[in-house]
């Protein structure tokens, strides 16, 4: 009886790739684009191209994937804003809380010589209030009126001028140069005007406030 001899292929069979394949493929990497470490970059661009190129029909996928993270970049934008919505209704009634809690303390206790007012005591908390420092403020229009002396000037002018005031100090110079000042913008030192009328010395435009007993701000302590 003859037998039937098997012999090996000289041809290397590659089994075909579904389309349906090809279309998970081109989603996966498609989805791990910010997965990619820069070293492995050009070899992803490899296959992307490869899977992109193959998928003739499924392409819209690629474009499916894009419009969903469209949709999800205007969600997340719209959550964020509905967090910092909720956010911020949550400081504005704890900083209403904390004001009512310093009405009442104010209103129940006389302040000492020091301006300190007693404590608040409950079952597990203790309520106290922790005066504030005086903070420099100004009268309507009041910065224009504050002295040069306690202000800083910050001039902008084309660098060329600058190289031409270095160069000269002519009147034509510097009538130019008055001409190039593009922007003068004056800064208030606070700290030199609050030593000034904490020693009393008058600022004009500026004032103290909480720096009396009649003003004084306080900040609410919760232990």
Known sequence: ??????????????????????????????????????????????DFQQALSAAVDKRDRVAQFMAHLENQITFAKTEIQRLQDRKDWYEKT???????????????????????????EGRTVTFSLRAKPATVEYVPDGEALVPAVFK??????????????????????????IDAVKKAEASIDKRAVKAALEAEVSVPGAYLDGATSENRKYSLVRK
Request: hydrophobic share 45%.
């Open 94 to 120: 704890l900083d209403a809380l904390k004001l009512y809690v310093i009405r009442v303390i104010r209103g129940m206790y006389e302040p000492d010589k020091d301006a300190r007012y007693p404590k608040l």
């Open 152 to 177: 800083t000037l910050t001039i902008k002018l084309p660098a060329e001028r600058w190289e031409e005031l270095l160069d000269s100090l002519d009147m034509e110079t510097a009538g130019d140069l």
């Open 1 to 46: 009886m003859a037998t039937l001899a098997v012999l090996p292929s000289t041809q290397t069979y590659t089994p075909a790739v579904s389309l349906y394949s090809l279309e998970e493929q081109l989603v996966a990497l498609a989805e791990t684009v910010d997965l990619v470490v820069p070293e492995k970059e050009e070899a992803f661009l490899a």
